[in-house]
């Protein structure tokens, strides 16, 4: 092996990665934005979980038991219920994760200490949700000590919705929808646009009289089916082997899927209008997918973050697919219940859509 001519391979490629600016951008990126990340924005402890309260006993015990469970900063008690029925109707839209319910015999049931003298009603759709139960379960409440210098059982009855065996997979097979097309669909047709130009197609589009618009749509409405397909087959594989029900319409599930497939794709377009060759696109859908998965609440808790991550997560479709997706097929709310994270979705197809056809009618141009 000769040193110089070693010498010279090295200082070409160091040239060569030097005058590459988006794959020198990825190298100096992606460490930053993981040590930020993991750093900061991940958080394993559950913090202002929105949450009620039904207090039936309107006792000074049972405000001190509310004003303690407040204090423990794991819930955030945004709704002061009037009835179960609400609860129940608060929990399926999603507006909250938890519940305290205060019977009206409370100071009896902690005289007598052989029933629970409280409930704790927890959204089981979301995993992070009930390992904050677990945490308020051993969360120290002055307030039920009856006698002072006495201490009680732990008198709460935890109720797992819509989860009750506390299966992880329950959980986890919805959210691998949106994380299994966030992947594939950007990835995809984020190489579409690069793909014509490195191999001296896009002259020819360009010859043609397509416009920047019918160029975009066309090389998106493919995929679409694709997508699709992925879907059913996630939801075949979750009920066959893993036994996830879909409890509510399997219509309002493929229509939140197709809108959130829209998502994935304008935005593999919009990767391709800015990469100019496949690696680079792929890098730039994988430096978008990492945040997403991160900060979505698909591995970490979302209520966890610190306000600033959650505002960034509020960007990302994952984010708002994932609570479609789960309070369709676990909670079976309806597409009018969640017409926010739907709003969303299309907003961000709208959005980015209108400036990726911008960007490639410039490359055309």
């Known amino acids: 092996m000769d040193r110089r001519r070693l010498q010279a391979v090295f200082r070409k490629e160091l040239r060569q990665l030097s005058r590459d600016r988006l794959t020198f951008a990825m190298i100096i990126g992606i460490p930053i934005l993981q040590l930020l990340l993991f750093g900061f924005a ?23 038991l509310v004003a303690e469970l407040a204090s423990s900063q794991v819930l955030d008690f945004r709704h002061r219920a009037s009835s179960p029925q609400q609860i129940d109707s608060l929990l399926r839209d999603g507006e909250i994760g938890a519940a305290v319910v205060i019977p009206a015999d409370f100071e009896k049931r902690l ?30 409440l002055s307030s039920l000590q009856y006698r002072p210098g006495t201490e009680t059982p732990r008198p709460v009855e935890i109720v797992n919705f819509y ?3 506390r299966r992880a997979q329950v959980n986890t097979v919805p959210g691998l929808i949106g994380v299994i097309l966030a992947m594939t669909m950007t990835i995809f047709t984020g190489m579409a646009i690069v793909r014509e130009r490195e191999r001296g197609n896009m002259e020819m589009l360009i010859a043609t009289p397509l416009s920047p618009a019918e160029l975009t749509l066309g090389k998106v409405l493919p995929y ?11 939801l075949l594989l979750g009920l066959l082997v893993f036994t996830v029900p879909v409890r509510g319409s399997l219509l309002d599930v493929y229509l939140a ?6 998502a994935t ?39 966890g973050m610190p306000r600033l991550a959650q505002w960034i997560a509020e960007i990302f479709p994952l984010t708002h697919f994932l609570r479609l997706i ?27 859509l209108a400036i990726a056809i911008r960007r490639l009618r410039k490359s055309l141009d």
């Open 42 to 64: 991940i958080n394993l402890d559950i913090r202002n979980l929105p949450a009620a309260v039904l207090d039936e006993s309107g006792t000074w015990r049972s405000r001190e």
């Open 111 to 140: 005289e007598r200490g052989n029933q629970p003298a409280w409930q704790l009603m927890v959204d089981g759709s979301d995993q992070s949700v009930q390992a904050a139960a677990r945490q308020l379960a051993s969360f120290p």
């Open 163 to 165: 989860n009750p065996e």
């Open 224 to 234: 679409v089916g694709i997508g699709l397909i992925q879907v059913t087959l996630i």
């Open 257 to 262: 899927s197709l809108v959130y497939i829209a």
């Open 265 to 303: 794709l304008v935005l593999g377009i919009f990767i391709s209008t800015l990469a100019r060759t496949q690696f680079q696109a792929m890098q730039m859908a994988f430096f978008l997918f990492l945040p997403q998965i991160l900060l979505s609440g698909f591995m970490f808790p979302y209520d």
């Open 326 to 352: 789960r309070g369709i097929m676990l909670r079976a709310a309806g597409l009018g219940e969640l017409w926010f994270e739907l709003l969303s979705l299309l907003a961000f197809v709208a959005i980015i």
